[in-house]
């Protein structure tokens, strides 16, 4: 698979308002976009470092997996997402080497990204997301 860096970070949180202050006052970030992904019951905020981003994951409902995520085990790291440049042919890629896919087909994801998971189970334990610019 050709990973050209990672693309983001995600970190489940309770609230998107309330943890903005560590991220801009504490490390000195700045939020430069914040929207919701309807589909996945999800509110986004983005961070910049480097090439790398941090991703803030707020639930909106509480069916949506964040929300099942926090409860479970509370707020923290959720994902390491990888860029590559083609997710439909990585998919297939990982699926060949016997990797249990959460998504079988790309998805829009924050960011109009491309995206799909592929399930901890077989990612040793972490939940690894591609995206496609």
């Known amino acids: 698979m050709d990973i050209s860096h990672i693309e983001h970070l995600g970190i489940a949180v309770k609230s ?4 903005l202050p560590y991220y801009e006052n504490v490390l000195g970030l700045k939020c430069y976009n914040i929207e ?5 019951k999800v509110k ?5 470092v480097g090439q790398t981003k941090i ?4 639930p909106t409902s509480e069916e949506s997996t964040i929300a099942k995520f926090i409860e479970k085990r509370g707020e923290g790291i959720h994902h390491i997402a990888f860029a590559v440049p083609n997710v439909a042919a990585a998919l297939a890629e990982v699926e060949a080497k016997g990797v249990q896919l959460i998504d079988k087909q790309p998805r829009k994801g924050a960011e109009n990204l491309n995206i799909a ?11 690894t997301e591609l995206c496609q610019q």
């Open 16 to 19: 998107i308002e309330n943890s």
């Open 44 to 48: 986004t905020a983005f961070f910049q």
């Open 36 to 40: 919701e992904v309807a589909d996945q």
């Open 55 to 58: 991703e803030l994951l707020e």
């Open 117 to 127: 998971f592929l399930h901890p189970k077989s990612t040793a334990s972490v939940l």
